[in-house]
């Protein structure tokens, strides 16, 4: 397509914006702002905003009595508690995590197993324990719910016997002969990355946030824009360690125990206590060529995604970003050769140094200059969504893409997640969940257009997200997610599927509109699940427990509860997703539920 033709077509979609407040360049919501804060039965303030949002900021001490006090103060202090005290904070522990691990590598290099049997050892006598005293309360491990990577602050862990597992964060052994590294749950991205990407190696789904955790994605899921090809997190797995309720320790294989193998993943730890895990690794060159191909309709992204995934030559990465409902930007990457002609050597970007602006922000411009290529740093690559938090950070300081900020403060790195949710507070959560949106539908790759078009509808948010995904059919040994037979490519045992994934504020938030967060969430996960797809589980799930099931498949994983002693060591998956009490009132869906 004529590029200047493109640049016609962005302009007049901007236009459009404007006039329909598409893509308003209002960042004013955030993670602390609504007032819809989880009322009682039949209080609209439970499902619906009732205020202007950018009245948090502009109207100052006047805000309406209505809000509780400690959200009207945190909503007039929030950016500079992000910049003086979260992101100072954020930095320091990555410095101290830095400094512990190469401590580590200079001393021993990966950690010994010995020091792992004891740090196992100690969980076991604490499961030792419980059994004793006649298995009192179910297992929960002591990690705070604000540590991890979800939505959720509290976690439903009150009444819960907690197992620490804080000690499981070594990584224990690399076995290039083999090309597995294996790691302890608590072992991060950016550790992963620290270790391998000097030796020229990287796990084979390299999950692009430094701060998730092995264990996380192990347990929960993970993807990359590399799983069209792979798959997600769990087909690299080769071996998992478990801490099982009796207290026994088992290593689990594919040939070793198949059904449990292949019903861990997305178990959220409600089946044993991982202790490590061994997954595969790659070989790959310190630089990625990435080709930037901009689209201008969903149905032209939806069929060109579709094209690149399934094809036999697909991109080692493939992944889109979508700036409104009719532009967005295609980026196909390769491993390429360190640069050597003068032209290659121009085309060079550090994507990830402090001072550049954000890398989403960088990939829009592709939208105007049409098709073209450059050459990235494989480290810079593979954490390029870190700096800004995807695109979340402008959100919250929205003036941290300004050259000055990126400059001056952008050094000591982004916010982190964990820290964010240890400052937001339970009435902050509340409000937020009716302010500001983070959810993701993976629906079949055939359906994304429909479901660029429905996005648009329910949540208004941009940018989006677009990772394709390969999903295997096992038949009974699919685990969670097993995919319909319409939904597998022809000839496959596997289906081509996309994660879009939508995180800020609303359209109509900005606007100052209501926004029925229950209503359109619950709309999202209907449409989710009559597609055959599933909604990712760190998210807020609305569902009620009979809709949960209906969407993932419980079979294997029921018969693995029941075999190893499950019901009453672990709450099922659904208690441990679910939100907090107060977030969203279920009662009357349950109620239809149970007299039908």
Not at 9 to 23: H, I, P, S, T
């Amino acid at each position: 397509m004529d590029v200047k033709l493109c640049c016609k077509r962005r302009r007049a979609e901007g236009k459009r914006g404007k006039e329909k407040g598409g893509q308003s360049q209002n960042r004013d919501a955030t993670w602390m702002e609504s007032p819809g804060i989880g009322g009682q039965k039949g209080d609209r303030r439970s499902t619906r905003l009732t205020f202007p949002l950018h009245d948090l900021q502009d109207s100052g001490p006047g805000l309406s009595k209505d809000f509780p006090l400690q959200f009207r103060l945190m909503a007039r202090l929030r950016t500079p508690i992000l910049m003086f005290i979260v992101v100072p904070l954020s930095f320091l522990r990555w410095a101290l995590t830095t400094v512990r691990e190469e401590i580590r590598r200079l001393h021993a290099g990966p950690a010994s197993y010995d020091g792992h049997k004891e740090r196992s050892e100690d969980i076991v006598r604490q499961l030792k324990a419980w059994n004793a005293a006649g298995r009192p309360k179910k297992l929960r491990t002591a990690r705070p719910n604000w540590a991890a990577m979800s939505t959720k602050l509290s976690s439903n862990k009150d009444d819960a016997n907690k197992i620490s597992t804080v000690a499981l964060n070594h990584i224990l052994e690399l076995d290039e002969e083999n090309m597995t590294i294996t790691c302890e749950p608590m072992v991060t991205m950016g550790m992963i990355t620290e270790l391998l990407l000097p030796k020229s190696l990287a796990l084979e789904v390299q999950v692009e946030m430094e701060s998730i955790t092995i264990g996380g994605i192990t347990m929960g899921f993970g993807m990359e824009t590399n799983s069209h090809r792979t798959g997600l997190f769990q087909e690299t797995v080769v071996a998992y360690e478990m801490a099982m309720p009796d207290a026994s320790i088992v290593k689990v294989t594919a040939e070793s125990d198949p059904e449990l193998f292949y019903a861990l993943p997305w178990s959220h730890g409600s089946l044993g206590f991982l202790l490590s895990v061994t997954v595969k690794i790659v070989k790959v060159k310190q630089f990625v060529r990435v080709t930037y191909i901009p689209t201008y309709s969903p149905t032209e992204l939806a069929t060109k995604m579709q094209q690149l995934a399934t094809q036999d030559e697909a991109p080692t990465f493939l992944e889109a970003t979508i700036y409104t409902k009719d532009t967005a930007v295609i980026q196909c990457a390769e491993f390429c050769e360190p640069p050597r002609s003068s032209e290659e050597r121009a085309r060079v970007n550090g994507i990830n140094w402090w001072w550049k602006p954000f890398y989403y922000k960088w990939v829009e411009t592709f939208i105007e200059k049409g098709e073209q290529w450059e050459i990235i740093p494989v480290k810079h690559f593979y954490h390029r969504f870190t700096r800004s938090i995807f695109w979340e950070i402008e959100d919250m300081i929205p003036f941290s893409n300004h050259p000055l900020y990126r400059f001056f403060w952008g050094w000591m790195g982004a916010p982190e997640v964990s820290l964010l949710k240890l400052f937001q507070g339970p009435v902050i959560r509340r409000a937020s969940v009716y302010a500001h949106v983070v959810q993701e539908s993976i629906m079949p790759i055939k359906d994304l257009a429909e479901g660029i078009e429905r996005f648009d509808g329910w949540f208004g948010v941009y940018p989006l997200l677009v990772f394709p995904i390969r999903v295997y059919d096992r038949q009974n040994l699919s685990g969670i997610l097993r995919p319909r037979k319409d939904t597998l490519l022809p000839g496959k045992d596997y289906g081509m599927w996309v994660d879009l994934g939508a995180y800020g504020a609303p359209r109509d938030i900005k606007q100052g509109k209501n926004w029925d967060a229950k209503a359109m969430i619950r709309d999202m996960e209907h449409w989710t699940r009559d597609k055959g797809g599933w909604q990712a589980t760190y998210t807020d799930v609305f569902a009620t427990r009979k809709e949960f099931r209906q969407m993932f498949d419980h079979e294997l994983y029921d018969k693995q509860r029941r075999r190893f002693g499950c019901l009453d060591a672990f709450p099922e998956i659904y208690d441990k997703i679910k939100p907090e009490a107060g977030i969203v009132d279920l009662s009357e869906e349950e109620q239809r539920e149970a007299s039908s």
